[in-house]
């Protein structure tokens, strides 16, 4: 366990147990992996803000959406999953507060766009796929089993040109993630070298990576470490739905990658592994491997809600986001 997830478990547990009104009197305890754990609520649905249990429930079942570790909610208060949902669900439907969230990031936004892909659709999408398989994985199952983004806005971009051109934001969100040192594409290779999930992998994205605008084809190896690994197909899937945007209900133009990471997450962020430029940081080696950087930003959940912060009809989620992810009280 990483010094960052420890410091996390330990300030959840006493949550938990100091200020029961953030899971709503739910103990700890619950398993994960067959073992109680404290960090593990009893109560799953508790691990959610109040105000959008039962909206995702519905978003969810409606939309075919696979759970992180199972067909319902985790009770696991260190899900990634359930840090996107409670940063992003609540104003999902909130055209003004996705619009300022856009303008934070850029103020070339104009804004957001309704996904029509979706059944309950809003403003921000949850476990996107595409509507054609594009990376060679099979089927589209939202959440699961092939390459999804966490979260999707889909906005109207102004160009310098006056020019206004709709742009996908992809979001990728990390919490208490970190990774080792393990290269994907030899997974099982001792055992079966020409059949291996490894060369699975190879055979699924090479080619793409090859022809790819963005990534950098002769750093080809280090795209099978995580957690570039990840964002290589993040990126690929970017880049196929601007390709192919004739033959899916969202169509767009161009695309922006965000990558929502706790600035206190050093073991993601400052990993000292042996990268390819094994002396920087997780975002600039990702950097170094990108032909545009600038469609690549890294940034942390509060910068990401900042726009929200004065805001009057929202200063509940944010105390709320404040007191269960932002504050660090666990030395």
Aim: hydrophobic share 35%; aromatic share 10%.
């Amino acid at each position: 366990m990483s010094k960052y997830t420890e410091r996390q478990r330990r300030k959840t547990i006493g949550l938990i147990s100091e200020n029961p009104n953030i899971f709503d009197g739910t103990s700890g305890g619950g398993k994960f992996a067959g073992k109680p754990r404290g960090f593990v609520l009893k109560v799953p649905i508790n691990n959610l803000y109040p105000e959008i249990r039962k909206p995702v429930e519905e978003y969810f079942e409606k939309n075919a959406i696979s759970h992180w570790g199972g067909r319902a909610i985790t009770g696991h208060t260190l899900s990634s999953q359930v840090a996107c949902l409670n940063h992003l669900f609540a104003i999902k439907d909130d055209v003004a507060a996705v619009t300022s969230l856009l303008k934070g990031i850029s103020k070339d936004f104009v804004r957001p766009v309704k996904i029509a892909s979706d059944k309950l659709p809003g403003y921000i999408q949850f476990e996107a796929v595409s509507d054609r398989q594009y990376l060679n994985e099979g089927p589209l199952t939202r959440g699961t089993q092939c390459t999804s983004i966490d979260a999707l806005i889909y906005a109207d971009k102004l160009m310098a040109n006056k020019e206004t051109r709709r742009c996908l934001v992809l979001i990728e969100w990390k919490y208490t993630e970190h990774y080792g040192n393990t290269d994907k594409s030899l997974e099982g290779a001792k055992k079966d070298p020409l059949n291996c999930k490894g060369e699975v992998r190879k055979k699924r994205y090479n080619a793409l990576i090859g022809i790819s605008d963005q990534l950098k084809s002769d750093h080809i190896g280090w795209f099978y470490y995580e957690p570039f690994y990840q964002l290589m197909r993040q990126t690929l899937w970017g880049e196929q739905m601007v390709r192919h945007k004739a033959l899916e209900r969202v169509k767009a133009d161009e695309y922006l990658h965000l990558h929502v990471v706790p600035d206190a997450n050093e073991d993601l962020l400052r990993n000292t592994r042996p990268y390819p430029y094994s002396k920087l940081s997780m975002e600039s080696t990702w950097n170094a491997l990108l032909k545009e950087p600038g469609k690549y930003i890294r940034l942390s959940p509060e910068k990401l809600l900042k726009p929200l912060m004065s805001s009057a009809r929202h200063k509940e989620l944010i105390s709320y986001l404040r007191r269960r992810y932002w504050e660090t009280n666990a030395s």
